[in-house]
């Protein structure tokens, strides 16, 4: 032990460029391995509980264009088993939307009894509404869908989400324990269009989705989550509506930060959903992954900044390249080649039922990826979300950007 240490000392005076990158992914494996633990100890229920009582529930759908296999994540959410009443609202801004062509053939197969599976009363509807309130086209959506809630609970789920049958009824039963204000839930990546929406949906199956279980162990993160965010009507108007939001690009952060505000907890539920990925292109999966890692920097520079120790892959290559290849280098990127492994080896195991495993060779392809986001998110730029640039100010508030990199009227989204 005391010759290693001595050997260590030697390497680092002999490449002191390399020392950083050395430490930080040794910093980094050891983060990796308090993640594998933090999956093994996450325990999904194997079956819902029902809630003691079913009052109705309103779905909030917020659409905007026709991705894959969005036909299928809407319907997932009208094959509910939910004893209460269940009303689905899908809203566009422009009837010419794809997204309102498949929307309409969902709602022409309710109300023609074509759809099997839905437990309670079903209605859906198509609302469509040009009207903008914000930057936040998704907000405004949902502001206009809004006026529209007839029942006590209201569910907000991304467009690109697939759920099981029994969604709502663990929403509603976790909702009705005391002090709970809002129910929010991981998501595991479905990768629909090849290489590029796998590399998409490892960012989330290898990166966020252990990070925010670290996150928690450690008390160090109050996840809300946009994939779900399940509350009642009450709480809601309360936090003054949607419209508290309409400027914030991490909408479901600033929601979640709002029913804090009111003494209520943002709790995350005992089951991991869906999510569709259908990037066919590198520029689709860069630009998204980009937008959110600008988005959670302007919000939480510090906690963001900390985020450094999730790339071990990354800083051990670069500890191998400015010492030389120097073997301490090289058993410390195999290390880190290993931890990362076995953190994707546990999410798949534990995690298998809600996505799929992916091919072990291309999980050092994607940490690179997501190394390489990390880095250039500290260049200054602006985020690129439904076909338009936006500046980000230091509290999430965006503003749409012109083609002369001019503040312009948001188009409505």
Not at 298 to 324: H, K, Q
Not at 384 to 404: I, Q
Request: proline fraction near 5%; include cysteine.
């Amino acid at each position: 032990m005391v010759q290693l240490g001595s050997d260590l000392a030697d390497w680092v005076s002999a490449a002191p460029i390399a020392a950083p990158f050395f430490v930080l992914a040794i910093v980094s494996c050891l983060y990796t391995l308090l993640a594998v633990a933090s999956v093994r100890r996450f325990r999904a229920a194997e079956a819902a509980v029902k809630p003691w009582k079913s009052p109705g529930v309103t779905v909030l759908k917020p659409l905007y264009g026709a991705e894959e296999g969005l036909y299928d994540n809407l319907l997932s959410f009208c094959r509910q088993n939910y004893a209460g009443p269940v009303q689905i609202l899908f809203g566009v801004h422009d009837a010419d939307d794809p997204a309102a062509a498949v929307a309409r053939r969902l709602v022409a197969a309710v109300r023609a009894g074509r759809i099997e599976g839905a437990a309670g009363k079903l209605t859906v509807e198509l609302v469509v509404d040009p009207a903008q309130h914000g930057t936040n086209g998704k907000v405004s959506n949902l502001i206009n869908l809004s006026s529209r809630i007839e029942n006590e609970l209201v569910v907000i789920a991304d467009s690109d989400i697939m759920v099981a049958p029994d969604y709502l009824c663990r929403l509603a039963a976790a909702l009705q324990r005391p002090g709970v204000g809002i129910v929010t839930c991981l998501y595991r990546g479905m990768p629909l269009a090849g290489l590029w929406s796998r590399i998409g949906a490892m960012g989330v199956d290898y990166g966020f989705l252990p990070n925010v279980l670290t996150g928690l162990s450690l008390k160090m993160a109050e996840p809300c989550i946009g994939a779900t965010i399940a509350l009642r009507r009450c709480t809601l108007d309360a936090i003054g509506g949607f419209a508290a939001i309409k400027d914030q690009l991490a909408d479901d952060y600033a929601l979640g930060e709002a029913v804090r505000e009111r003494g209520l907890q943002v709790v995350l539920a005992d089951f991991v959903v869906g999510h569709a990925h259908s990037e066919t292109e590198f520029s689709e999966v860069w630009r998204r992954d980009m937008r959110w890692a600008r988005t959670i920097r302007s919000l939480n520079p510090a906690g963001y900044f900390g985020t450094a120790v999730t790339f071990p892959v990354g800083w051990a290559l670069l500890a191998l390249l400015a010492s030389g290849f120097a073997p301490e280098a090289a058993v410390l990127a195999g290390a880190a080649l290993l931890c990362r492994t076995i953190l994707q080896d546990q999410v798949d195991e534990r995690f298998e039922a809600a996505g799929c495993r992916h091919p072990l060779w291309l999980g050092p392809v994607r940490d690179l990826f997501s190394f390489a986001i990390f880095l250039g998110s500290f260049v200054p730029g602006q985020v690129h979300w439904r076909g338009r640039d936006y500046a980000l100010g230091e509290d999430g508030v965006m503003e749409p950007v012109g083609v002369d990199g001019e503040a312009a009227e948001a188009e409505v989204a």
